[in-house]
């Protein structure tokens, strides 16, 4: 095949651009993509000759090499893994294929300074292009294992691209940089110096499992015969040590962090390293690592979730599910068992009775880790909890057995204080004498929620409420019911009565019920199917009504989420309570008594209910309808 020019997409261009002109202060990071990558190339190849017998690819010496030529002024990073075909080189290398580039380059626009500019490389799948923040030409040649034909890829950076097929390639890829100049001042380093080399491999990819071997310049020798050339052996510039695998009092914390950045490609320090070993009738290690921050797709449905499996420190899976729960999908690291098969599959995980034990302890050691950094570290806890708290209580829901420490980790905004959450023991120990429910109001913000009708009664009686505005708490604070025997209520349900007795006496509720008994009756009549029931409030003292669920009804919050999650749902009528007390509605009562005009008096309770949807975020059934009364109301009153 002849070769061919293409032009790199758009994104694609503004990504290598941005890479060229110098965006990133510390350009070592390009030579620990390259071996990162390099270093998945080889589990990959590990892992097809273990399922495929008939694969066509020598395993008997799986490592990368590193060659510089200070002559050349070229660098070359080459390994002998899985390799790509054509197809693959011109869609993952050509265009930058799912990798959330837009995303990249916005965050990368807005990154405050280098650091932060720097620890978005590779968390969007783009380290290879950082090859030319160091180079002015960069060649790739690659060939897939059990493949005959192997693929030229080629570019300058400028827009274009080349590609061609090539008969002669090895098994696996080889990346050449043809280096910019040295220029210190701008810390591009002489990346053919064998020290800075060293210096590099050793503190970002000491611990990858496979030799990273450095290939040394031939050295001028004198003997009998004349002079000649004698290569010396490579240098194997990496320890090779697998971190679980040792003590803990043998390894430095920046090496937890290196292999950390390495498994999960993100380049800031891990918030916390969980260490777990063991023993007995079904051994295996894990190192875990908490993230100091959620990735960009946490939630999306594409998020590759889980830990790297290991088997007798054989690679076997990336992103292996079955080692945790779903609500821990965050967590990165390495888990090592003795006692499984090599070549065990997906499938075979979710039934295997070992890997159930293993996901309960691991479950658990991961949540008393975030038990201990609650009550040891309250700064890196809060951090935790901002970043994961919202995929964390989806735990509430699915994982029974482990319910009661995931409500005791948890901590939510209150109306007790504009800052600090609190936990719900907390809230416990505050309750006023006398109260026996946890009340709790779920909403798009704390500001919607702090300014809803529902609130006024707990607001003037001083009655704590958790503000809750995750999506989530529509669903696991019906799932846990209560806490410590207090009941978990929601102050949007059910009829509730904050009064002390002093207020307001039986007599004269009763009283105030047959005062408004004919206005409810009505009201209810006339808004028809729009309400379940009408009934006077004690949860109001400003507003002159709101809407309510009933108490095992479901909220439009959790309506709308059923819908949003593809669930048909039957659509909830629910209450209208009036105030009482309030001018408006004492108003409409004296009208309604006094037989008054009662098309007028509808369209004013029509005011009334959408004035209550409105009050929630909600909209009335037929918006124009409802602004066409409004303003002529408006319009009369002037």
């Not at 390799?83 to 959330?100: F, P, R």
């Not at 053919?192 to 031939?218: C, G, H, N, Q």
């Not at 891990?270 to 079904?282: M, N, W």
Request: glycine share 6%.
């Amino acid at each position: 095949m002849p070769t061919e020019t293409f032009e790199f997409q758009v994104e694609a261009r503004q990504l290598l651009q941005l890479m060229i002109h110098s965006i990133y202060s510390n350009k070592d990071v390009f030579l620990r993509e390259l071996v990162s990558n390099a270093s998945d190339a080889l589990d990959k190849l590990r892992l097809a000759a273990l399922r495929d017998d008939t694969l066509d690819a020598d395993v008997s010496d799986l490592h990368i090499e590193i060659d510089a030529d200070s002559d050349a002024r070229t660098l070359t990073v080459r390994d002998n893994g899985i390799g790509m075909s054509y197809d693959e080189v011109s869609g993952l290398i050509g265009t930058i294929a799912n990798s959330g580039t837009a995303t990249f380059l916005e965050e990368l626009r807005q990154a405050e300074d280098a650091a932060g500019a720097e620890g978005l490389i590779g968390q969007f799948g783009v380290g290879f292009y950082s090859s030319f923040m160091v180079a002015d030409e960069v060649v790739l040649v690659t060939r897939r294992a059990g493949e005959s034909q192997g693929t030229r890829w080629s570019s300058r950076g400028e827009g274009t691209y080349t590609l061609e097929t090539v008969d002669d390639a090895p098994q696996g890829t080889a990346i050449t940089l043809h280096l910019k100049p040295a220029d210190p001042e701008n810390q591009l380093h002489d990346y053919t110096s064998a020290w800075k080399l060293r210096e590099i491999v050793k503190r970002y990819s000491d611990f990858i499992t496979w030799p990273i071997r450095m290939i040394p310049r031939p050295t001028a020798t004198k003997d009998g015969d004349g002079d000649g050339e004698a290569t010396p052996e490579p240098e194997t510039l990496n320890s090779m040590k697998a971190l679980w695998a040792r003590s803990r009092d043998e390894v430095k914390d920046e090496e937890y962090h290196e292999l950390y950045k390495h498994i999960s490609h993100d380049w800031t320090d891990p918030l916390e390293t969980i260490r777990l070993q063991a023993e007995g009738t079904f051994e295996y290690q894990a190192l875990l690592f908490i993230p100091s921050h959620a990735p960009h797709d946490l939630f999306t449905q594409g998020y590759k979730r889980g830990v790297q499996l290991y088997v007798k420190r054989v690679f076997i899976m990336d992103d292996c599910e079955a080692l945790l729960p779903p609500y821990l999908r965050f967590v990165k690291g390495v888990v090592d068992a003795q006692d499984l098969s090599l070549n065990v599959s997906r499938e075979i995980l979710q039934q295997d009775r070992h890997i159930q034990l293993m996901h309960r302890r691991l479950a658990k050691k991961v949540l008393s880790s975030v038990k201990d950094m609650m009550t040891a570290a309250p700064d890196r806890y809060a951090t935790f909890w901002r970043e994961f708290g919202a995929v964390l209580k989806e735990g509430l829901v699915t994982d029974a057995e482990n319910r009661d420490v995931l409500l005791a980790v948890s901590s939510f905004a209150t109306t007790h204080d504009d800052t600090e959450p609190t936990t719900l023991k907390q809230y416990v120990e505050r309750m006023k004498d006398g109260q026996d429910t946890v009340y709790y109001m779920t909403g798009e913000s704390r500001a919607a929620i702090e300014n809803s009708p529902h609130m006024e009664a707990f607001r003037a009686k001083g009655i704590e409420v958790l503000l809750l505005t995750d999506p989530v708490d529509e669903v696991w604070t019906d799932a846990v019911g209560e806490y410590e025997g207090k009941q978990l209520r929601s102050v949007v349900k059910g009829e509730i009565d904050l009064d002390t007795g002093e207020e307001t006496s039986d007599e004269d509720r009763e009283k105030q019920g047959e005062e408004y008994a004919g206005l409810l009756g009505w009201m209810k009549e006339h808004l028809g199917e729009e309400i379940k029931d009408v009934r006077l409030s004690s949860r109001l003292t400003v507003s002159p009504a709101c809407l309510v669920s009933d108490t095992h009804d479901l909220t439009p919050a959790l309506e709308n989420l059923y819908r949003a999650m593809g669930q048909e749902v039957p659509r909830t009528r629910r209450i209208l309570e009036l105030n009482p007390e309030h001018t408006l509605v004492k108003g409409l009562n004296q009208a309604f008594r006094d037989g008054k005009d009662r098309a007028a008096l509808a369209e004013s309770v029509e005011l009334l209910h959408g004035l209550a949807l409105l009050a929630e975020g909600g909209r009335p059934t037929e918006p124009a309808k409802f602004v066409q009364l409004l303003a002529e109301r408006i319009e009369r009153a002037l």
